[in-house]
Nanobody
Framework: QVQLVESGGGLVQAGGSLRISCTAS????????MGWHRQAPGKQREWVAH???????EYTNSVKGRFTISRDSAKNTVYLQMDSLKPEDTAVYYC??????????????WGQGTQVTVSS
């Protein structure tokens, strides 16, 4: 059974940095990308970023230049480095894995989420 386990969330002041991680319990066959979504209180879940197997990255406009997604294939782990954090980045961040390319991403596996809170 595939499990995606996030870690590294927490409370940080605006302007600060945080890195969250996600490790898959097993090597997930058939996927072509891993990524992150987030859901803020009272809002719909939104895509944040994803990275393909060949290392191509895509970001939603609101985090471009501030967030960096990366992966360590040997460890089945994907990271999200978040810099210059803003209060509006406060959300539960969900790791996921699925089919992705430079123009689309369709996750089929999801983690339980990790809370990121940015104080003003």
């Amino acid at each position: 059974q595939v499990q995606l386990v996030e870690s590294g969330g927490g409370l940080v002041q605006a302007g600060g940095s945080l890195r969250i991680s996600c490790t898959a319990s097993v090597t997930i066959r058939g996927i072509t990308a891993m990524g992150w979504h987030r859901q803020a209180p009272g809002k719909q879940r939104e895509w944040v970023a994803h990275i393909t197997l060949d290392g191509h990255t895509e970001y939603t406009n609101s985090v471009k230049g501030r967030f960096t997604i990366s992966r360590d294939s040997a460890k089945n782990t994907v990271y999200l480095q978040m810099d210059s954090l803003k209060p509006e980045d406060t959300a539960v961040y969900y790791c996921n894995a699925g089919q992705g390319s430079s123009s689309s991403y369709a996750p089929g596996y999801w983690g339980q989420g990790t809370q990121v809170t940015v104080s003003s």
